[in-house]
């Protein structure tokens, strides 16, 4: 005998009386109604570029993996028509790119998570700096990480990399970037090859680019470690989120690069662009530092030419701030940062 259960906490829609159309009638409900238990996550929700945030509640499946690759590798369960691919999942502190097709059961839609090691920045044709969370794996198992020529020996390696598919992503092919966690950076790295259609599922689905790099040779001339930059060139226009005043010290001009809705609890960082009045780029010193102006406590912890910002009390959302650099007592640029709540 096949036992069934009638939820008791929403009004039916059939009365057919089979077994059947009663589930696909609540097959929704039910799903919400493990949303609100211990079994499902809070996690927050990011489009491609993390400047739209929400938090909401899903179900994380294969958290005890049981091999290397399926511990860099989630299912998630979401309410159907919440996500598509190429957006992001903060979960366990960490960044996580939806890469799976998501299919839905009629009671939620699954999809594939894969966990994000690294950022990787680079310019677009007007100088605007990009960044994006990549989730990464090698495609050269068996290199033994060196290459010959006739006249050197070459290190070689080559690494994939999974982007969401927007505009600013697809400009990354056949640019140099820095894959490295050391600071500065200095392993470089070309992209060789981009794959834009692999992983296209659909405007209603969303999609991926997959790119193939190369290990390449750091280039001192133009390279830019302490930004993260490869073959640097001064923006010809302000980022879209920099502060459009710049303060002129001296010969020397700036800008800076960073989301100016500052979430509670959730550490930003912010990078200084400064250049001379022959455009040519300035070298971040110690005659340079960061400075805010404000009311409110914000915890300021400074990296060369990056300043990382973090407010942890509630009680401050909807307050506002400047962002200055200094040269000296002299302003530089500055910009006016709010800080918003985490919903």
């Not at 589930?23 to 919400?32: L, P, V, Y």
């Not at 056949?174 to 790295?189: A, C, E, L, Q, T």
């Not at 060789?192 to 390449?216: N, P």
């Amino acid at each position: 005998m096949k036992e069934w259960y009638l939820t008791d906490n929403y009004k039916p829609t059939v009365t057919s009386g089979y077994e059947s159309d009663v589930i696909s009638d609540f097959a929704q409900s039910n799903f919400t109604d493990v949303l609100e238990t211990a079994f499902s996550d809070a996690v927050l929700l990011y489009n491609h570029n993390l400047s739209e945030c929400k938090e909401i509640r899903c179900v994380i499946q294969g958290n005890s993996a049981d091999t290397y690759l399926k511990s860099m590798e989630r299912i998630a369960l979401f309410p159907i028509g919440t996500v598509k691919a190429g957006m992001y999942i903060f979960f366990e502190n960490r960044y996580w790119l939806i890469t799976g097709y998501p299919s839905s059961n009629k009671s939620y839609e699954k999809a594939t998570v894969k966990l994000c090691q690294y950022k990787v920045k680079w310019q677009n044709s007007d100088g605007t700096i990009v960044e994006r969370w990549v989730s990464a794996q090698s495609s050269s198992k068996y290199d033994d990480g060196l290459k010959d020529s006739n006249t050197m020996t070459l290190t070689s390696d080559s690494i994939m990399l999974l982007l969401p598919n927007d505009d600013e992503s697809l400009t990354l092919d056949g640019k140099r970037i820095f894959i490295d966690k050391k600071n500065p950076p200095n392993k470089v790295y070309l992209v060789s090859r981009a794959d834009s259609v692999l992983y296209d599922y659909g405007e209603d689905h969303g999609g991926m680019f997959c790119f193939i790099t190369e290990k390449t040779e750091l280039n001192e001339s133009t390279d830019r470690p302490d930004l993260g930059i490869c073959d640097y060139i001064p923006p010809t226009t302000p980022p879209e989120e920099d502060d459009k005043t710049t303060v002129l010290s001296g010969t020397i001009t700036g800008t800076i690069s960073g989301n100016k809705n500052l979430k509670v609890g959730f550490a930003r960082t912010y990078t200084a662009n400064l250049v001379n009045e022959d455009g040519n780029a300035v070298e971040w010193s110690d005659e340079f530092k960061w400075n805010i102006v404000g009311d409110i406590e914000v915890g300021l912890t400074e990296n060369g030419n990056q300043a990382e910002l973090l407010v942890d009390n509630e009680d401050l959302v909807d307050s506002t701030f400047f962002l200055q650099i200094l040269n000296g007592d002299s302003v530089i640029t500055r910009v006016e940062i709010t800080v918003v709540g985490t919903f």
